[in-house]
C-alpha cells in the first residue's frame, strides 16, 4: 500500500472543466502519477480549492467557525464538492455533518466518463436547521473514471451549512494514477438488439445528453446500432426545463405558466431528429427532480404554498407548453410521454408530495386530463412507476389509473423495472397483464436495469437471468400482452445511476456483456457461454449456527441497519442487536445460496419492542415469509420456519426484520438442510 501523505496535491483541484452539456463545473485532476493521501478531509477553515473542498453548481459559500454556509442555491445539487480524482478503481467512503431546512440531504458521486458524466446517488438522510445530521455511505468509483467528486445535494434549494466532509479509501488502495483509461471497443461489431426484437417490440435506451456532445461518437453509434428509442435520463425532467432564472426573476409575469427551456435536452432531441430515432418524452409531473419554488405563491419557498387553482394553472400550462414546444421543434420525435410519474406510495395510497399538497389527492387525474387536451395527436400518454411489479402497489396503481382509463385518458403502464437477477419472473408477467387486461393500455418497460446477483459467477448469471427474464416478456408478447417497448436505463455499466450494481447491457467500454448476450439468446436461440473462468458453486451444507458467544457472525446489514453485538441473550451471555435503518426491512441478512435444490429449516430467538418479526426470503417481488412471530413484550421469543430453495437458484439471503424499525435482538440464529 501507498505512503499516507496527510496533504492533497494542490494541483488537483486547480482546474475547473466545462461541460459542453450541462454548463456544469467538474472539479479537473492533474494527469500523471504522484502520491495519493487515503482519506481527504475538507478544511472549512480555508478558502475554496485550498481546503480540499469547491463550489458545485449555481450557489455561494461562505465558510465561518470552520463549517461552509451554502446560500443562494438554484439547483438541487448545488453546493459543497470534494474532488477525488486519483481514487477512481476504488471503494470510497464519504461522510458529511449537514443541518439544512431541507427536508433531506444527499450525498451524491459524479464522474466523467469517456467524455460523459455521471451521476450516482450514495446515501440520503432526513436533516433539520436546528440539528447536525450525519450522512455516511460506500461506493464503488469505476476504474475508467476521470475528475471524478463527491458532493452533497438536497431535496430542496434552500440553505445548508457543513460542518464535516470526508472520503476516505475503503480497503486497500488499488492506485490507478497513471495508468491509463482503456480503449473502447467498436460498437459495430456487436449484433442489433432492436433488429433482433424488430418483430416483437422497440428496444430503448435512456441517454444523458452528454452522449451527444462527446467527442467519443463510440456511444452514439453504439445507439444506433442498437437501438430504436431513446428516453433523455434527465434532460426533460422539471428540473432541467423549467427555467429558474427567468421564472424567479419575474415572478408576476410568470405567475400561472412558468418559463421553460430546452437548452439541456436540444442535443438529444437533435440526435433522434437528425437520425429518425423515436423518444420517450420523460417525464412531466413528478415529486422528484421538481424544484419546490414552483409550488409556492409567487415561487417564494419562504412564503406560503400556492392554492389548488393557481397549481392547476400552472399544470395546464407546463404540460401544454413543454408538449407544443417539443412538436413544434422536433415534429414527431416524441412518440410517448410519461405524464405522471411516482405518485403511488411505497407502503400503500399515494405518495405525499408537494403536487398532492396543494392540487389534492385528483393531481393524477387532473395531469392527464391535460396531458390528453394538448397532447399532438398519436403520441402516447403514460404513467410511470417503479416496484410496480409487487402485488400490494400494483393494486394501488390500478385503482388510481382505473378512472383515468375510464375517462380515456391513458395510453400506456411504464414499468419502470429496476430489478434485481432474483425477481420472480412469473411474478413480473402476470404484474404486466394486470396492467394491460384491468386498465385496457399498452405496456411498456421503461427503466430496465438489473442487479447483478452477488455470486461468483455474477456477470454469467446475470446473463442466464436475463435470457430467463426475456423469454418470460417475450412468450407474454406472443400471446397477446401488448408490450411495444422495452428500454434499458443506461448504455453501459460505468454509466448507471446504480453503476455498483453492474446492471446493464454493456461493459463501460462498450463491449457487450453476457447480459447482452442473454437477451440475444432470448430471441435467437442458444445458452450463454460459460467464462472460462468459471467457478462451480459451493454445496457446503454445513448448517450455518450462531449463537453470538464468540462475539462473531457471518451475516450482513441488508441496505442501511447496523449490527452490533451486546450483553443478555436467550439464556446467554450475548445475541445480536439490530438497529437504524431507514425501513422495515433493512434488517440482518444470511447467505444461503449454498442451500440451493434443498429446503432449509430456520430457528432463532428474537426480542423487540415491534409488534411483529419475521424471517423473510430476499427473493425481489415476493419475498416469502419464512417465519412469524409476535414479539412486543420485550420478552424472547422463538420462531421458526421451512423455505424450499429453487434448485439452481444462484444468490439468495434470508433476512430478519421487525415491524416497525424498533431495534430487535436475535440469537441462536440456526440454518439447516432437511432433506
Ligand atoms: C435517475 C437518473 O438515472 C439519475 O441520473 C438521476 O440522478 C436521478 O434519476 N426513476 C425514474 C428515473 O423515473 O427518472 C430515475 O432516473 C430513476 C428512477
Known amino acids: 500500500m501507498k505512503k499516507v501523505l496527510v496533504k492533497l496535491v494542490a494541483g488537483i483541484i486547480s482546474g475547473m472543466l466545462l461541460l459542453a452539456a ?58 459543497v464538492a470534494m474532488p477525488c480524482p486519483d481514487y477512481r478503481g476504488n471503494t470510497v467512503n464519504a ?71 470526508e ?35 422497440k428496444f430503448g435506451v435512456a441517454s444523458p445528453a452528454s452522449v451527444m456532445t ?120 416524441i412518440y410517448a410521454w410519461d405524464v405522471v410519474n411516482e405518485a403511488a406510495a411505497d407502503n400503500g395510497g399515494m405518495r405525499d408530495c408537494y403536487w398532492k399538497q396543494t392540487v389534492g389527492d385528483d393531481y393524477v387525474e387532473k395531469a392527464f386530463e391535460f396531458a390528453r387536451k394538448h397532447a399532438p395527436s398519436g403520441v402516447q400518454l403514460f404513467y410511470n412507476d417503479y416496484n410496480e411489479y409487487q402485488t400490494s402497489k400494483q393494486d394501488d396503481i390500478i385503482a388510481m389509473l382505473k378512472p383515468i382509463a375510464d375517462a380515456g385518458n391513458i395510453d400506456g403502464m411504464g414499468m419502470q423495472s429496476h430489478i434485481s437477477a432474483g425477481l420472480d419472473v412469473n411474478n413480473y408477467v402476470n404484474a404486466m397483464k394486470r396492467y394491460a387486461d384491468e386498465l ?99 454445496s457446503d451444507m454445513t448448517p450455518i449456527f450462531e449463537d453470538y458467544e464468540n462475539q462473531d457472525f457471518v451475516g450482513k446489514p441488508r441496505y442501511s441497519s447496523v449490527q452490533k453485538i451486546v450483553e443478555g441473550g436467550y439464556e446467554s451471555s450475548y445475541c445480536l442487536e439490530n438497529t437504524e435503518g431507514y425501513a422495515e426491512y433493512d434488517g440482518y441478512s444470511i447467505d444461503v445460496t449454498a442451500f440451493a435444490g434443498h429446503t432449509i429449516h430456520v430457528t432463532f430467538a428474537i426480542k423487540s419492542k415491534a409488534d411483529v418479526c419475521k424471517c423473510t426470503a430476499d427473493i425481489d417481488g415476493t419475498w416469502p415469509t419464512i417465519a412469524e412471530v409476535q414479539t412486543g413484550t420485550d420478552e424472547w421469543v422463538l420462531g421458526e420456519g421451512d423455505f424450499e430453495i429453487e434448485e439452481g437458484t444462484m444468490s439468495l439471503s434470508i433476512y430478519v426484520e421487525s415491524s416497525d424499525m424498533s431495534p430487535f435482538y436475535l440469537d441462536n440464529f440456526k440454518i439447516e438442510a432437511t432433506n
Open 440 to 538: 385496457g393500455v399498452i405496456i411498456h418497460i421503461t427503466e430496465l436495469d438489473v442487479q447483478a446477483p452477488g455470486s461468483v459467477n455474477s456477470m454469467y448469471d446475470q446473463g442466464v437471468y436475463m435470457k430467463k427474464f426475456f423469454s418470460a416478456i417475450l412468450e407474454a408478447d406472443k400471446a397477446g400482452v401488448p408490450l411495444e417497448c422495452v428500454t434499458v436505463w443506461g448504455l453501459t455499466d460505468d454509466m448507471s445511476w446504480k453503476s455498483a450494481t453492474k446492471p446493464l447491457l454493456f461493459y463501460g467500454n462498450l463491449s457487450p456483456k453476457p447480459a447482452y448476450e442473454g437477451v440475444m439468446c432470448a430471441v435467437n436461440g442458444g445458452d450463454v457461454t460459460k467464462p472460462a473462468d468459471y467457478v462451480e458453486p459451493s
Open 22 to 79: 450541462g454548463c456544469d463545473t467538474l472539479p479537473k485532476g492533474t494527469d500523471g502519477p504522484r502520491e495519493v493521501p487515503l482519506t481527504i478531509t475538507a478544511d472549512f477553515n480555508k478558502k475554496e480549492n485550498k481546503g480540499n473542498w469547491v463550489t458545485y453548481g449555481d450557489c455561494k459559500i461562505k465558510t465561518k467557525d470552520g463549517k461552509a454556509i451554502v446560500t443562494d442555491r438554484k439547483a438541487s445539487f448545488a453546493g
Open 214 to 333: 462527446n467527442k467519443n461518437d463510440g456511444f452514439k453509434k453504439l445507439i444506433l446500432n442498437q437501438f430504436n428509442s431513446v428516453t433523455p435520463e434527465n434532460e426533460l425532467k422539471p428540473e432541467n426545463v423549467l427555467d429558474a432564472v427567468e421564472t424567479l426573476g419575474n415572478p408576476e409575469k410568470y405567475n400561472e405558466s412558468p418559463a421553460i427551456k430546452f437548452d439541456a435536452a436540444k442535443p438529444i432531441l437533435d440526435f433522434c431528429k437528425e437520425n429518425g430515432i423515436q423518444m420517450r418524452g420523460h417525464t412531466l409531473i413528478w415529486y422528484s427532480q421538481t424544484p419546490s419554488w414552483l409550488f409556492y405563491e409567487n415561487y417564494d419557498v419562504n412564503g406560503q404554498l400556492a392554492s389548488r387553482d393557481l397549481m392547476l394553472k400552472r399544470m395546464e400550462n407546463y404540460i401544454s407548453a413543454v408538449m407544443n414546444w417539443c412538436e413544434e421543434n422536433y415534429p414527431g420525435v
Open 95 to 165: 461522510t458529511v455533518q449537514v443541518s439544512s431546512a431541507n427536508t433531506s440531504c444527499r450525498l451524491s458521486l459524479c464522474y466523467e466518463i469517456y467524455g460523459n458524466v455521471s451521476y450516482v446517488n450514495i446515501a440520503e438522510n432526513g436533516t433539520t436547521e436546528s440539528s447536525e445530521t450525519t450522512i455516511s455511505g460506500n461506493i464503488e468509483i469505476p476504474a475508467n473514471a476521470q475528475n471524478a467528486f463527491i458532493y452533497l445535494e438536497a431535496s430542496d434549494v434552500r440553505d445548508m451549512t457543513v460542518s464535516f466532509f
Open 167 to 201: 472520503i476516505s479509501i475503503v480497503g486497500p488502495f488499488n492506485d490507478l494514477t497513471g495508468t491509463p483509461v482503456e480503449e473502447l471497443a467498436d460498437p459495430s461489431a456487436t449484433a442489433s438488439l432492436s433488429e433482433a426484437y424488430a418483430d416483437y417490440f
